[in-house]
């Protein structure tokens, strides 16, 4: 198993750029989770998707940040405009159904607005 | 919400000696306390985990407890090893439509040969 997919691994933007990230989860899970991870404020949940319909979307931070889920294969995370303070590294986790499955996490990407 | 609080925020101890990581929570209905590892430049891999029907879990050198009543649970190192050094995490979970996850700050453990 290939585990969770996210591209890019790295990205560096200017200000004011569309910066897209992607993922894709374990075959066969049915719930997505978008997080955020930054030194001041940890490990944030972002949205989360099960059988690719948005559940809580709470987490997000301003509507500059958009999420998609068009297919059980394929997730989108979206910033436009970015922002400085977007800069941070963006997980992206996959499970199955259940209150007690386990998160698998990808190995996230790195992004840098300059 | 669920709030979960993680102490220390950084351990350091000598190679073969125990460490001990704490977290507290606040939900009652979370039901799963996962615990995570996360070595630099990667994502959290899961560790270990314990469902809130168990009191106590090990794995080898990893051990869980959880105490529902005091809505607490702790993450147990024997015999440490350098490969022990990493960020680790604890995160309690209840379910809203899928499994939420919410996690501590983090502990930055340090094994020093």
């Known amino acids: 198993d290939a585990g969770v997919i996210q591209s890019p691994r790295h990205e560096v933007t200017e200000m004011g750029q569309e910066v897209t990230l992607r993922c894709k989860p374990i075959?066969?899970?049915?719930?997505l989770f978008w997080y955020r991870q930054t030194m001041m404020r940890g490990l944030e949940l972002l949205i989360y998707?099960?059988?690719?319909?948005?559940?809580?979307d709470s987490g997000m931070p301003e509507d500059r940040f958009s999420a998609k889920m068009p297919n059980a294969s394929f997730s989108t995370l979206k910033i436009q405009p970015s922002e400085p303070r977007d800069s941070a590294v963006y997980f992206c986790?996959?499970?199955?159904?259940?209150?007690?499955?386990?998160?698998?996490f990808g190995p996230g990407t790195r992004l840098t607005v300059l | 919400g669920e709030n979960v609080e993680q102490h220390p925020s950084t351990l350091s101890v000598q190679e073969g000696d125990s460490a001990v990581i704490k977290c507290t929570y606040s939900?009652?209905?979370?039901?799963?306390f996962p615990w995570y590892k996360q070595e630099l430049g990667k994502g959290p891999q899961l560790i270990i985990d314990?469902?809130?029907?168990?009191g106590e879990k090990k794995d080898q050198r990893i051990a869980v407890t959880l105490n529902k009543t005091a809505k607490h649970f702790s993450l147990h190192i024997t015999e440490t090893q350098p490969e022990d050094s990493a960020v680790y995490f604890c995160?309690?979970?209840?379910?809203?439509?899928?499994?939420?996850?919410?996690f501590g700050q983090g502990t930055r453990l340090t094994i020093n040969p």
């Open positions: 986790a996959s499970s199955g159904y259940t209150s007690t499955d386990t998160q698998y």
């Open positions: 075959s066969g899970h049915n719930s």
């Open positions: 998707f099960n059988n690719n319909v948005p559940i809580d």
């Open positions: 939900d009652s209905a979370s039901n799963y």
């Open positions: 314990i469902r809130s029907n168990v």
């Open positions: 995160a309690a979970s209840f379910f809203q439509g899928a499994q939420k996850l919410v």
